[in-house]
């Protein structure tokens, strides 16, 4: 169950953001977009899909309650007692209100309905989240925090998605750039400051005046979703530099019309689902709190590297040796190899590469360091 929850978590993660990315796409003029095939079908699609990613978390929490109680009472319990269940509630209600308006006859023509339909989608990220381990921590401004964070990131991917998967040319190319590349880096700092939020509430409690965030990282490590945390962190920069390159780096050649640029966004776009994959992981895994690991097994990738078992409490330290220096030099390279690939001699397999062995090295950089 716990492995079929997080597959659909992650199929929610790209639903919210096609949704987002869809409907802005259709709100923007012909002129400054390539042309992107958006099917009407899609949303509705999407939108049952996101109704379903939030009632299956639901389902483990009723079964454990219906032994004692009946299936009946304890779906009811959950649903109006349970920050879960209601976040499916709400979601599922939002959702097919988007459900209901796609049903409509030429609704991607009705700029009213396509406000309405985006404004529904907020709603849902907003309702989504109150089941997040933010706001079940850190109250009200957790919940707000982690809505920013996941809406920021749908805006961000989402228009990513679209144009790299459903446009049919790079038609208006540099006048997409010109807009998408501002709303892209807003986005950013958005997902930045309140992931940096939602981050410190999730590793050590919330307001703990005797940890700061580097420590709580460290702390996390050997649990599940600090595993999950370090990856997505590192998946992000290998975003990063995509978006370096796509966004800044190519700009010129957008009106070289032997340049195809769809290849290089598919390949971003690669590494975004890596990242929505990574974060599938970390809402199913349990959040550590400030004292490390305790009463759990440690995560087998943790084990793997330092041989403790996890089974009492584990107080991690960080030590960066000769070992850890070196990866972390090898990574870097790396990375610059990534961008000098990509300005020099345009290589899509070379810089995907790179940017891989680059992920690699610095996590092994940072684990050999524990």
Same mark, same amino acid.
């Given at each position: 169950?716990?492995? =079929? ?77 349970? +920050? ?6 709400l979601?599922? =209600?939002?959702?097919m209100l ?16 396509l ?22 921590? @850190? ?5 707000v ?37 501002? %709303? ?9 400051? +309140? ?27 050997p ?61 199913r895994? @349990? ?5 490390? %690991? ?11 590297? %330092? ?5 009492? =409490? ?38 995907t ?7 690699v ?6 684990? %050999?360091?524990?």
């Open positions: 169950m716990g492995i =079929l929850i997080g597959l659909t978590e992650l199929l929610l993660y790209l639903s919210f953001s096609l949704l987002m990315g869809s409907l802005i796409l259709l709100l923007v003029p012909d002129h400054l977009k390539p042309p992107v095939r958006i099917d009407q079908r899609l949303i509705q699609a999407c939108a049952l899909l996101v109704t379903f990613g939030s009632f299956l978390p639901v389902l483990p929490i009723v079964n454990l309650l219906a032994s004692s109680r009946g299936w009946g009472s304890a779906f009811i319990q959950v649903i109006f007692e349970f +920050a879960v269940g209601r976040a499916f509630l979601t599922a =209600l939002f959702s988007l459900l209901l308006i796609w049903t409509t006859k030429g609704v991607k023509e009705k700029t009213g309905l406000y309405v339909s985006l404004g529904l989608v907020a709603a849902m990220t907003a309702s989504y989240s109150m089941a997040a381990h933010a706001a079940s921590i @850190g109250g009200a401004s957790g919940h925090f982690h809505t920013l964070h996941f809406l920021g990131a749908s805006v961000w991917i989402g228009l990513l998605l679209m144009v790299s998967w459903f446009a049919v040319s790079k038609k208006n190319w540099g006048s997409f750039l010109r807009w998408y590349t501002p %709303t892209a880096v807003s986005s950013l700092i958005v997902v930045f400051a +309140a992931g940096y939020f939602t981050m410190s509430v999730d590793l050590y409690s919330f307001g703990s005046p005797d940890m700061n965030a580097l420590e709580g990282y460290a702390q996390s490590l649990s599940n979703y600090g595993q999950a945390l370090l990856v997505k962190h590192l998946f992000v920069i290998g975003i990063l530099l995509f978006a370096l390159v796509n966004g800044v780096l190519f700009r010129k050649k957008a009106g070289d019309q032997r340049f195809n640029p769809l290849p290089w966004t598919k390949a971003e776009s690669g590494f975004a689902l890596g990242a929505f994959a990574l974060t599938a992981a970390m809402g895994a @349990g959040t550590p709190n400030q004292e490390g %690991t305790k009463g759990e097994e440690a995560s087998f990738l943790y084990r793997a590297f %330092t041989g403790e078992s996890g089974s009492e =409490l584990i107080e991690v330290t960080m030590s960066f040796g000769p070992v850890s220096w070196m990866l972390g030099l090898i990574g870097s390279l790396f990375l610059l190899l990534t961008i000098a690939s990509a300005v020099k001699r345009p290589s899509l397999s070379i810089v590469a790179a940017g891989s062995l680059m992920i090295s610095f996590y092994l950089a940072v684990m %050999t360091a524990v």
